[in-house]
C-alpha cells in the first residue's frame, strides 16, 4: 500500500524553527515530485512548495520564499521542509503529496497524500 507518512510539526513561538518530515512507504520516491500544502482553520488549502524527483529544481510560496527549505534524501525516501523564522500566520496542517507528473502550486488534485502534521505557531 502507498502511504506518505509526515512528522515534525509541533508548537514553536514566533521566531522559532521546526523541521517536517514527509516518508513514504510501499514505494520509491526516487521517480515523484513532492510538494508540501497546508491548510489552517476556515481557509483554503495552499501550496507552500515543491521539490523535482531529481532535487534539482524547487519551487516556494512567496509567503514562506527566504524562510522555508525543501529538500529530499532518496536514499531514505523521505523529503523534508525546513522552517525558520516562523510566524503566527504559518499555523495549519501541512501535508506533503507526490506526482510522478510534477507539482503545481495552484493545483490540488493529486492522488497521494500524507494524513498532515500539525504546526502551530504561537507565544
Known amino acids: 500500500q502507498l502511504q506518505l507518512v509526515e512528522s515534525g510539526g509541533g508548537l514553536v513561538q514566533p521566531g522559532g524553527s521546526l523541521r517536517l518530515s514527509c516518508a513514504a512507504s510501499?514505494?520509491?520516491?526516487?521517480?515523484?515530485?513532492i510538494g508540501w500544502f497546508r491548510q489552517a482553520p476556515g481557509k483554503e488549502r495552499e501550496g507552500v512548495s515543491w521539490?523535482?524527483?531529481?532535487?534539482?529544481?524547487?519551487n516556494y510560496a512567496d509567503s514562506v520564499k527566504g524562510r522555508f527549505t525543501i529538500s529530499r534524501d532518496n536514499a531514505k525516501n523521505t523529503v523534508y521542509l525546513q522552517m525558520n523564522s516562523l510566524k503566527p500566520e504559518d499555523t495549519a496542517m501541512y501535508y506533503c503529496v507526490a506526482d510522478p507528473e510534477g507539482i503545481e502550486l495552484v493545483r490540488l488534485e493529486y492522488d497521494y497524500w500524507g494524513q498532515g502534521t500539525q504546526v502551530t505557531v504561537s507565544s
Open positions: 510501499g514505494f520509491s520516491l526516487d521517480y515523484y515530485a
Open positions: 521539490i523535482s524527483s531529481s532535487g534539482g529544481s524547487a
